[in-house]
């Protein structure tokens, strides 16, 4: 099982479209995947037109003994399931409670994919601490560079392993100089950014009036081919 998760503190920047795209391609591939929806404002689970079945059961995951497979709930799209709603109390070690409940779903699925909320809290370190590659959308700009420097700077004070901290670039407009300069520049400084950038268009805004990942109605327009590309890139990684 390969645990993926889309995370940064600046809202705005195609996180949860990515995630969304993402996870679909990989269920589309034949893997079973799962996309848990942590962000507050649930907008994976708006794009897949589900509803929260779950209510106060996020407390009930931490302090009592539950499968978590009866809060996962299918999509419309074959092997994709999606689950929402988790809290963590502020308890010593809560790390290794959110890490057994992925194990948990170790045998269940190929992929897991967490849509996470943008901010650096004890959930988030939860993530960080238990996923495979933490993913990074930044649009191409100086104030979304230092958010990454930040980022960056948490996972060496916290000691996580940078390597799995991976920035891509997302609503790119190359007709614009400095988005190409700073793409440029920013990746020449870190090599670990993916070469694959997605490009800005509204097609990936009407996600939202479709409720649909956007490779299922605009499957060949530029956008839909940049996240298949991503998604191939991501892949070989490991």
Not at 10 to 27: E, H, I, M, P, Q
Not at 42 to 56: E, H, P, S, V
Not at 117 to 134: C, T
Request: glycine share 4%.
């Amino acid at each position: 099982m390969k645990i993926i998760a889309l995370y940064n503190m600046k809202g705005g920047v195609g996180k949860t479209a990515s995630c969304v795209n993402l996870a679909y391609l990989s269920a589309l591939e034949g893997e079973i995947t799962l996309l848990w929806d942590l962000d507050p404002q649930g907008a994976a689970t708006y794009y897949f037109n589900q509803k929260a079945k779950l209510k106060g059961g996020a407390k009930r995951l931490v302090h009592k003994k539950t499968n978590l497979n009866q809060f996962v709930q299918p999509t419309p799209y074959d092997r994709l399931d999606i689950k929402m709603d988790f809290l963590l109390d502020d308890k010593k070690k809560s790390e290794l409670q959110f890490k057994k409940m992925l194990k948990d779903l170790k045998h269940d699925y190929n992929y897991i994919f967490i849509d996470c909320p943008p901010i650096l809290s004890l959930l988030a370190e939860n993530i960080f601490h238990a996923a495979d590659l933490v993913l990074f959308p930044m649009i191409p700009t100086t104030l979304s560079e230092r958010v990454f420097q930040q980022v960056e700077k948490y996972f060496c004070r916290k000691k996580f392993d940078t390597d799995k901290l991976v920035p891509f670039y997302s609503m790119v407009d190359v007709r614009k100089k400095l988005h190409k300069e700073t793409m440029y520049q920013f990746s020449s400084e870190h090599k670990q950014t993916m070469a694959t950038s997605i490009p800005s268009s509204s097609l990936v805004e009407r996600m939202g009036v479709h409720q649909a990942p956007l490779l299922t109605f605009s499957q060949r327009s530029k956008p839909a081919q940049a996240y298949k590309m991503l998604w191939k890139e991501l892949k070989q990684i490991g």
